[in-house]
């Protein structure tokens, strides 16, 4: 599948991405569509990440770093029927990655090395709906999935003269739909304090793909001396797996939240053409708050800056050597309001640890960086005093 994108929204990610539970009047919960029933304007969102990854083990040691726009929305109230509308185009899955590995021998003529390439990625363009009914909302969110991953593989023996060099080149092409679904709960306390409760997440699918092959052998001078085979358009099934995420969050109005999450997805169902993959299944513990110093100062415009801080634990879906990696991280992030409205600019950091040098001769530091605005019906309306 290639590097999966995160589901939660931007303003969500700076403090350990709980989506599950969240809803808002002024903002757009890309991750759970039950939320769309307590938005009270228009909104218009749109982000874009940055990340710079660090790869080592016992022997060697890389990174590499890539930036990409990552969602664009345009949520509508229903306003009579207390329930909202959102269309639009999110990244689904990324491949971007450049591997060599050396392969020593004594015999010169026997050391070879392997490189790895990965390209391409998927998107989903989504619609979604749901409906608040008192203090219970629930939602439907449609994606049609589709893109082309690339990947190729070669084997090659730099100083043999006689030696079969190979080259491997696929591609697979993913169109089809898949369904995501989502439950809150609303259970006010005080005056502007209630508990949120949420569940969100899809069944395992089957997604229709097609796929290319190619397999060569090649002579160090370049020339291909065989081509195994060459096939094209094959049919087959990329099997997506069950996945949800279940929260809780308190809030006090205007001035903080706070809560945890829980994650889950069964990846070691997920199978492509019907080949297995090195995935297994996952879990993540999430927990975070956000805080707002004085959303009403009319002076002192940091004041009414949303700061966000989260930490999450959990197991990554991908296994080395049949043995799972563990993932840890810290969120930060800032919402900075535009003028006197619910309008923002979004800034959040991510970093995250995977997997152990000691228990998997392996481990990768990620750092994501999400920069994202968020655009309001209000911002849209002619003032007449300024």
Not at 246 to 260: E, M, Q, W
Request: hydrophobic share 35%.
């Amino acid at each position: 599948m290639g590097d999966l994108r995160s589901y939660s929204p931007s303003y969500l990610r700076g403090w350990g991405g709980l989506s599950a539970a969240h809803n808002s009047m002024a903002r757009f919960n890309i991750d759970n569509p039950a939320a769309l029933g307590n938005i009270g304007g228009s909104i218009f969102d749109f982000a874009a990440n940055g990340n710079v990854v660090l790869m080592k083990s016992n022997s060697s040691s890389g990174a590499f770093g890539y930036s990409a726009p990552e969602y664009m929305s345009l949520a509508i109230p229903l306003k009579r029927m207390k329930a909202g509308l959102a269309f639009g185009l999110q990244s689904f899955t990324r491949n971007n990655y450049n591997i060599t590995q050396n392969n020593d021998s004594s015999d010169v003529n026997a050391a070879s090395y392997n490189t790895y390439v990965g390209q391409g990625g998927t998107y989903k363009v989504f619609m979604a709906s749901g409906m608040k009914l008192k203090n219970f909302s629930f939602g439907l969110k449609a994606n049609y999935v589709f893109g082309t991953m690339n990947y190729v593989s070669t084997l090659v023996f730099p100083d043999s003269i006689n030696g079969y060099n190979s080259l491997k080149h696929g591609d697979k092409t993913l169109g089809d739909f898949l369904f995501e679904g989502g439950l809150q709960y609303k259970i006010k306390l005080k005056s502007e304090r209630h508990l949120d409760l949420g569940i969100c997440g899809n069944l395992q699918t089957n997604l229709n793909a097609t796929q290319d092959l190619l397999f060569e052998r090649f002579l160090n001078n370049g020339l291909v001396n065989d081509t195994v085979y060459n096939v094209s358009g094959v049919k087959g099934v990329l099997i997506y797996p069950m996945q949800y995420r279940a929260g809780i969050l308190y809030t006090r109005d205007n001035k903080f939240s706070v809560g945890a999450q829980f994650s889950s997805s069964a990846w070691s169902n997920y199978s492509s053409f019907g080949e297995k993959d090195s995935v297994t299944n996952t879990w993540k513990i999430s927990s975070g708050l956000e805080w707002i110093p004085n959303a009403k100062s009319m002076d002192g415009y940091f004041n009414r800056v949303s700061y966000r801080f989260g930490i999450y634990s959990g197991i990554n879906y991908v296994s080395l050597n049949g043995k799972s990696l563990t993932e840890n991280g810290i969120t930060l992030g800032f919402g900075f309001p535009i003028r006197h409205s619910s309008s923002e600019l979004n800034l959040n950091f991510d970093i995250s640890k995977i997997g152990s040098l000691n228990t998997n001769n392996f481990q990768e530091y990620y750092f994501r960086g999400t920069f994202a605005f968020s655009l309001n019906d209000f911002w849209f309306i002619k003032r007449k005093y300024d």
